[in-house]
């Protein structure tokens, strides 16, 4: 389990994060939402161990990250920014990592360059973007680290490679408990595998919270009223969000799925429909709750 208490980082007159508490359970998949500038990446580096928090602590299973090697060798970080040393290639870059993991698995890792089509002995500098990503997702996945730190992973590849890397993903949170962080910008990226979600604004956790127990308190409705009576029920249901075109009424509200329906069907409704959520239109819903406008803060 990863556990952030009141971790502070400054760079200089930059206040990168700001008393940021987290808790990250082990076997979930976290992800990590924000605008450039955010505060993303610092927190990555420091869960990665590549910086020390300057206030607050920061514990992976109990063990500080900074200068702990065996802590580190649980741990895998892509960054956004790929660095490679200079006129390798992916099998020199598997070499290294063998000699760092204890359980890199080698032969896995031949097997998903194979099936990623990634020559072996091509100069890495000489791959694409996304190819430079894919080479280091492999990478991490074939490291046998338990916590895998991912700084906007998804950016670079195309619609097939992301699906395919969050497979990846999947199958080692499924097979041995592999806990992902995923960094990124973009919600849509991250609502079909992160079960987990948390917001950094400005440097500061603005809102963390398990995205089952979101769904479950939380619906959106489609209905047409019949004959009046709308008024009542909206005093008696808390109503985030309504938007009216024509007859149709478009909702979003809090509560059990059983008492909305119940209240609704009342009234008898020309037409009545629970729709699934979005990851975005939760998070629009909640952090307006919370006086902040979740549009303005990230893409």
């Not at 987290?22 to 924000?34: N, P, T």
């Not at 290294?96 to 002995?121: N, S």
Request: aromatic share 10%; hydrophobic share 40%; net charge negative.
């Amino acid at each position: 389990m990863i556990l952030a208490e009141n971790v502070t980082k400054r760079f200089d007159d930059i206040l990168a994060l700001d008393n940021v508490s987290a808790e990250i359970r082990d076997g979930s998949v976290f992800g990590l939402i924000g605008s450039n500038g955010a505060g993303k990446s610092t927190f990555l580096r420091l869960l990665a161990g590549i910086l020390s928090p300057d206030n607050g602590t920061l514990a992976i299973d109990g063990g500080t990250v900074f200068e702990n090697l065996a802590v580190k060798r649980r741990c895998f970080y892509i960054s956004d920014e790929q660095f490679f040393f200079p006129g390798c290639s992916p099998e020199e870059l598997k070499n290294y990592y063998k000699a760092y993991y204890p359980g890199f698995d080698e032969g896995r890792w031949k097997q998903l360059m194979q099936a990623f089509g990634l020559d072996l002995r091509r100069k890495v500098r000489t791959f694409s973007k996304g190819m430079k990503k894919q080479v280091s997702v492999i990478c991490g996945v074939c490291s046998g680290a338990d916590y895998l730190f991912c700084d906007e992973t998804f950016d670079g590849l195309d619609p097939v490679m992301r699906q395919a890397v969050k497979s990846l993903f999947a199958q080692d949170v499924a097979d041995r408990g592999l806990t992902p962080v995923i960094a990124s910008h973009n919600l849509r990226e991250l609502e079909d595998i992160c079960d987990h979600v948390g917001l950094l604004h400005r440097g500061g956790i603005l809102f963390s919270r398990d995205l089952d127990e979101m769904r479950l308190g939380i619906h959106k409705l489609q209905v047409i009223f019949s004959g009046g009576g709308e008024d009542a029920v909206f005093h008696r249901i808390r109503v985030l969000s309504r938007e009216q075109r024509g007859s149709l009424h478009t909702l979003v509200v809090r509560g059990t799925a059983e008492d909305i329906q119940r209240e609704f069907h009342a009234l008898q409704p020309m037409f009545f429909e629970m729709l699934p959520l979005t990851l975005e239109e939760i998070f629009i819903s909640e952090t307006e709750v919370a006086g902040y406008d979740v549009k303005k803060l990230i893409l």
